[in-house]
Nanobody, 119 residues
Framework: VRLVESGGGRAQAGGSLRLSCAALGSIFGINTMGWYRQAPGKERELVATITWGGSTNYADSVKGRFTISTGNAKNTVYLQMNSLKPEDTAVYYC??????????????WGQGTQVTVSS
Protein backbone atom coordinates (compact mmCIF):
# COMPACT_ATOMS: atom_id res chain seq x y z
CA VAL A 1 0.00 0.00 0.00
CA ARG A 2 1.26 3.46 -0.90
CA LEU A 3 -0.21 6.81 0.05
CA VAL A 4 0.49 9.40 -2.63
CA GLU A 5 0.03 13.02 -1.61
CA SER A 6 -0.17 16.13 -3.76
CA GLY A 7 -1.22 19.75 -3.56
CA GLY A 8 1.20 21.28 -1.10
CA GLY A 9 2.99 24.51 -1.84
CA ARG A 10 3.08 28.15 -0.87
CA ALA A 11 0.23 30.50 -0.08
CA GLN A 12 -0.24 33.94 1.39
CA ALA A 13 -2.00 34.33 4.71
CA GLY A 14 -5.73 34.25 4.06
CA GLY A 15 -5.27 32.11 0.98
CA SER A 16 -6.23 28.53 0.22
CA LEU A 17 -4.63 25.24 -0.71
CA ARG A 18 -6.07 21.79 -1.36
CA LEU A 19 -4.24 18.61 -0.48
CA SER A 20 -5.03 15.23 -2.02
CA CYS A 21 -4.05 11.75 -0.92
CA ALA A 22 -4.67 8.53 -2.80
CA ALA A 23 -4.19 5.10 -1.24
CA LEU A 24 -2.85 2.77 -3.92
CA GLY A 25 -2.61 -1.01 -3.87
CA SER A 26 -4.81 -4.07 -3.55
CA ILE A 27 -7.05 -2.60 -0.89
CA PHE A 28 -10.32 -4.18 0.22
CA GLY A 29 -11.28 -1.29 2.48
CA ILE A 30 -10.08 1.51 4.74
CA ASN A 31 -11.55 2.48 8.09
CA THR A 32 -10.18 6.01 8.48
CA MET A 33 -8.00 8.43 6.54
CA GLY A 34 -6.62 11.66 7.83
CA TRP A 35 -4.07 14.43 7.75
CA TYR A 36 -1.41 15.19 10.31
CA ARG A 37 1.21 17.90 10.29
CA GLN A 38 4.62 18.55 11.76
CA ALA A 39 6.16 21.99 12.06
CA PRO A 40 9.90 22.45 12.63
CA GLY A 41 10.81 21.66 16.22
CA LYS A 42 7.34 20.39 17.04
CA GLU A 43 5.69 17.00 17.35
CA ARG A 44 3.42 15.62 14.66
CA GLU A 45 -0.18 16.56 15.38
CA LEU A 46 -3.60 15.58 14.11
CA VAL A 47 -5.23 18.00 11.68
CA ALA A 48 -8.35 16.13 10.57
CA THR A 49 -9.66 12.61 10.08
CA ILE A 50 -12.62 11.08 8.27
CA THR A 51 -14.08 7.60 8.49
CA TRP A 52 -15.47 5.88 5.44
CA GLY A 53 -18.86 6.30 7.08
CA GLY A 54 -18.34 10.05 6.85
CA SER A 55 -17.60 10.96 10.48
CA THR A 56 -15.05 13.77 10.74
CA ASN A 57 -12.78 15.05 13.47
CA TYR A 58 -10.77 18.29 13.45
CA ALA A 59 -8.10 19.89 15.56
CA ASP A 60 -9.46 22.96 17.30
CA SER A 61 -6.87 25.11 15.53
CA VAL A 62 -8.33 24.33 12.09
CA LYS A 63 -12.06 24.06 12.80
CA GLY A 64 -14.05 26.31 10.51
CA ARG A 65 -11.10 26.78 8.14
CA PHE A 66 -10.20 23.28 6.94
CA THR A 67 -12.52 20.66 5.47
CA ILE A 68 -11.68 16.99 5.02
CA SER A 69 -13.60 14.92 2.51
CA THR A 70 -13.47 11.74 0.51
CA GLY A 71 -13.73 11.92 -3.25
CA ASN A 72 -15.34 10.06 -6.09
CA ALA A 73 -11.99 8.44 -6.79
CA LYS A 74 -11.62 5.30 -4.75
CA ASN A 75 -9.59 5.49 -1.54
CA THR A 76 -8.89 9.20 -1.92
CA VAL A 77 -9.11 11.92 0.70
CA TYR A 78 -8.84 15.69 0.35
CA LEU A 79 -8.06 18.53 2.72
CA GLN A 80 -9.39 21.93 1.68
CA MET A 81 -7.49 24.58 3.62
CA ASN A 82 -8.96 28.08 3.64
CA SER A 83 -8.04 31.22 5.58
CA LEU A 84 -4.51 29.94 5.93
CA LYS A 85 -2.29 31.35 8.67
CA PRO A 86 1.50 31.40 8.96
CA GLU A 87 1.16 28.94 11.87
CA ASP A 88 -0.29 26.39 9.44
CA THR A 89 3.18 26.09 7.93
CA ALA A 90 4.28 22.46 8.29
CA VAL A 91 4.86 19.21 6.49
CA TYR A 92 1.45 17.60 6.06
CA TYR A 93 1.22 13.81 6.18
CA CYS A 94 -1.59 11.61 5.00
CA UNK A 95 -2.44 8.56 7.10
CA UNK A 96 -4.68 5.56 6.48
CA UNK A 97 -5.82 3.41 9.41
CA UNK A 98 -7.01 -0.18 9.38
CA UNK A 99 -6.33 -0.70 5.69
CA UNK A 100 -7.53 -4.18 4.75
CA UNK A 101 -5.42 -6.08 2.24
CA UNK A 102 -4.63 -9.72 1.54
CA UNK A 103 -1.81 -9.39 4.08
CA UNK A 104 -4.17 -8.29 6.82
CA UNK A 105 -4.96 -4.90 8.34
CA UNK A 106 -2.33 -2.19 8.63
CA UNK A 107 -1.75 1.53 9.10
CA UNK A 108 0.18 3.61 6.59
CA TRP A 109 1.75 7.08 6.25
CA GLY A 110 2.39 9.16 3.17
CA GLN A 111 5.74 10.77 2.45
CA GLY A 112 4.59 14.25 3.43
CA THR A 113 4.00 17.45 1.49
CA GLN A 114 5.25 20.90 2.50
CA VAL A 115 2.78 23.72 3.10
CA THR A 116 4.26 27.17 3.62
CA VAL A 117 2.10 30.18 4.48
CA SER A 118 3.66 33.62 4.40
CA SER A 119 2.33 36.69 6.17
Amino acid sequence: VRLVESGGGRAQAGGSLRLSCAALGSIFGINTMGWYRQAPGKERELVATITWGGSTNYADSVKGRFTISTGNAKNTVYLQMNSLKPEDTAVYYCRADSVRTVLGPGDYWGQGTQVTVSS
